[in-house]
């Protein structure tokens, strides 16, 4: 089993930043990519930010140029830091992996991001 625990969200005033964690544990594994989604109140879950296990990244248009997302393959961590944030981005964030030959996808428990304007 895999545990992903998500820490860094939190309340923060529009232009400010806030840099999101998510560490993998459990068993011995082998992380595929790594990816961060978002669902804010009423709208369905969207991806925000992929990268693989080769550091390659994508984005979603709407964070393209203020949200970086990385990891770090040695600790099975991986972060987002996020910049120039606006009200639009409050969401409860979800760090997402897929482990192993047959991508078996883990879903963190969220945490929250809130912009006031």
């Known amino acids: 089993q895999v545990q992903l625990v998500e820490s860094g969200g939190g309340l923060v005033q529009a232009g400010g930043s806030l840099r999101l964690s998510c560490a993998a544990s459990?068993?011995?594994?082998?992380?595929?990519?790594m990816g961060w989604y978002r669902q804010a109140p009423g709208k369905q879950r969207e991806l925000v930010a992929i990268?693989?296990?080769?550091?390659?990244?994508n984005y979603a248009d709407s964070v393209k140029g203020r949200f970086t997302i990385s990891r770090d393959n040695a600790k099975n961590t991986m972060y987002m830091q996020m910049n120039s944030l606006k009200p639009e981005d409050t969401a409860v964030y979800y760090c997402?992996?897929?482990?192993?030959?047959?991508?078996?996808?883990?879903w963190g428990q969220g945490t929250q991001v809130t912009v006031s304007s």
């Open positions: 997402r992996v897929t482990i192993g030959r047959w991508s078996i996808v883990y």
């Open positions: 459990g068993n011995s594994f082998s992380i595929n990519t």
């Open positions: 990268i693989t296990s080769g550091g390659s990244t």
